[in-house]
């Protein structure tokens, strides 16, 4: 079965220092989408991606984010300078044109110190 | 704005038991209503979606929902439970145009053999 790969599973970042997450979506999947989820607290809405742009965005997601699909492949997550409060399992997640249901990846877990 | 609550917490049923999940949305039109699944250190696995059509849906895993308008509820049930889906539940509703995934907060499942 087709999978959200993301990578890396766990990167421990130093304050102020930028952190690229990874995904690779499903290859016929045309939205792509981060969430995050901070640790006790509800799963979060980041920022949606179709056609090499961004969609919609959360409140969440500042002038710190940014979303990149520098290829045919993959699709980024950028924190330009970590803060204490970005620590967070972050989930990508792709989904078919007209298919509601998304697939998640399996989160890649930040913890900044 | 749409939301999502999940009056559980954390649930406890013996193995071989019924299971029922709650879930309660918000939503202004026709929602688009999901159950996920994540086990620990997991992503978020769909486990079965409501669009339109038939308010009892049959999911993954021996799972099926329930969608009621009337009770703006979506509850998720299981005749049998098993050691294997001990696990936290999420709740979500989809936005429509803006495709954007609102989760509750979750139910955390223990199964007791």
């Known amino acids: 079965e087709p999978e959200v790969t993301q990578t890396p599973s766990h990167q421990v970042t130093q304050m102020g220092q930028e952190v690229i997450l990874r995904c690779v979506p499903i290859?016929?999947?045309?939205?792509f989408y981060w969430y995050r989820q901070i640790l006790g607290q509800k799963v979060e809405f980041l920022v949606s991606f179709y056609n090499n742009e961004i969609s919609e965005k959360s409140e969440i997601f500042d002038d710190q984010f940014s979303v990149e699909r520098p290829d045919g492949s993959n699709f980024t997550l950028k924190i330009r300078s970590t803060k204490l409060e970005d620590s967070a399992m972050y989930f990508c997640?792709?989904?078919?044109?007209?298919?509601?249901?998304?697939?998640f990846g399996s989160g890649t877990r930040l913890t900044v110190v | 704005a749409q939301s999502v609550t999940q009056p559980d917490i954390h649930i406890t049923v013996s193995e071989g038991a019924s299971l029922e999940l709650r879930c309660n949305y918000s939503?202004?039109?026709?929602?688009?209503l999901f159950w996920y699944v994540q086990s620990p250190g997991q992503g978020l696995q769909l486990l079965l979606k409501y669009f339109s059509g038939d308010t009892l849906v049959q999911g993954i895993k021996g799972f099926e929902a329930e969608f009621k308008r009337s009770q703006s509820s979506f509850n998720l049930r299981k005749p049998s439970v098993h050691w294997s889906d001990a696990a936290e539940y999420f709740c979500a509703v989809h936005s429509g145009s803006a495709r954007q995934l609102t989760f509750g907060s979750g139910t955390q499942l223990t199964v007791l053999p």
């Open positions: 290859s016929n999947h045309l939205y």
């Open positions: 939503y202004g039109a026709t929602p688009y």
């Open positions: 997640a792709s989904a078919r044109p007209g298919d509601y249901g998304y697939t």
